[in-house]
């Protein structure tokens, strides 16, 4: 993401906006169902310019050996 930036993060299940910190990096909490989340988020930077993707995650509670 950018700099600074204002940062939306959006899925089915939950949404959340965050500011990212002045490297860019930003963190969240956000609600996962069992299964696969997509999840989009998009990044506003101070001088307007945006970047979006798309991301799966899949969560799960069995246990992995």
Do not use: C, H, R
């Amino acid at each position: 993401s950018f700099p600074n930036s204002s940062i939306a993060l959006v899925s089915s299940e939950d949404d959340t906006l965050v500011m990212a910190d002045a490297l860019g990096n930003f963190s969240a909490d956000f609600k996962l169902t069992g299964g696969e989340n997509v999840i989009e988020i998009a990044a506003l930077s101070l001088d307007q310019k945006t970047e979006t993707i798309k991301i799966s995650v899949i969560y799960t509670t069995a246990k992995i050996n």
